[in-house]
Every structure is written in C-alpha cells, then in structure tokens.
C-alpha cells in the first residue's frame, strides 16, 4: 500500500473538529450508519479559508480529500498548451457546499488535476489518504460506501462534462459550416 504523507495545514486554519450533523449533509457520507459518522467525524480536520485561499495548486501531489462544508470553491485548469508560468488558467467548474473536493485525485493517486481556490469564505473537512487506509481496515462496510460515495459524484461530473464537451463540439461544427 502506498504510504500517505498528509499536506500540513497551518493551525492558524484549522478550527474544531468535524460535526456529524454537519456529515450527514454531504454527498460524501450518504448511506453511512451512525458510528461510521462519529469516525469520520473524530478522523477529519477542519479547514477555514477566506475567499482567494489556495486549498491546492494543479499538479499538487493528492493526500486528501475535502469536503465543502460551507462557501464555494472555484477550480481552475491550464490548457494543454499553457506553460506553468500562467497561474491559473481557465475557471472550469464551482464545487458548492456539501460537495466533495478533490476525490478524483485520491482514488487514482495522480496530481491534483486543477488548482482549487476559495470563491467565497470556505469551511472544508480534509480526510487525509492515511484516515482512509484506516478506515478500510476498521470498517470495510463503511470505506465501500466512502469510495462508492465518491464514485457516484465523478459519475455525476463526467456526464456534465460529456454534455458540455457535446454543446462545445455543435457550436465548433456549426460555426465551421457557416465559414464553408
């Protein structure tokens, strides 16, 4: 298993523990009983940012996930053809409250796919990889509903982008058509 070392957070972010209350609310947790929510409530750090806060850059190596707790968090990605040196690129998608930030990185163990930042004033609960791994080895039950949980939101994602990419491919072969 690939060891996990966690992206240190300064204290001066970090605010009280998770609440279950507030678990029971995000896509993350659907289906997860009682004592699974209580866990990963004991398992995550709480993360508050003012609106412009980096919560990771593009490329950034993925040893959490974070779940938006409250604000809106913008995602920005640099084209293919863009050079490093531009910050952020192009605004790609608003990940909204009770959203789940950053899954895809996790589950595949790649980098970070795009640079996410603060839209507004955001509280996020960070679950570390090294909590997942124990969770696994706790509670198999509950890790599968975690990970399905997260399965089922970068389902939801890869339809909206199939149908944006369908909208952008229309309007390339329409305005190709017209300059014929």
């Known amino acids: 298993m690939i060891e996990c070392v966690e992206t240190p957070v ?5 605010g009280p523990v998770a609440s279950v209350e507030e678990l029971r ?18 398992h995550m750090e709480r993360i508050e940012l003012p609106e412009g806060g980096i919560i990771f850059h593009e490329g950034d190596p993925a040893r959490e996930l974070y ?3 409250d604000g809106e968090v913008e995602l920005w ?12 690129g192009e ?27 603060a839209a507004t004033p955001v509280v996020l609960l960070r ?5 997942m791994t124990q969770l696994y080895r706790e509670d198999l039950r509950s890790y599968t509903m975690v990970v ?11 339809r909206n982008v199939n ?6 491919a229309a309007h390339a072969r329409g305005g190709a058509e017209r300059h014929d």
């Open 148 to 158: 399905l949980n997260i399965a089922r939101d970068l389902s939801r994602r890869l």
């Open 77 to 88: 990605k640099r084209s293919a053809d863009e050079d490093e040196s531009k910050e952020r």
């Open 127 to 131: 679950l570390s990889c090294r909590a």
């Open 25 to 42: 609310e995000c896509a993350l947790c659907g289906g997860l009983d009682e004592p699974a929510l209580l866990w990963l409530a004991e």
């Open 10 to 14: 300064p204290s001066s972010m970090l």
């Open 163 to 168: 149908s944006l990419a369908a909208t952008l």
């Open 67 to 69: 779940l938006v707790v």
């Open 91 to 117: 605004r790609i998608n608003m990940i909204h409250a009770k959203s789940i930030l950053g899954g895809s990185s996790v589950i595949d163990m790649q980098g970070r796919l795009a640079t996410a930042r």
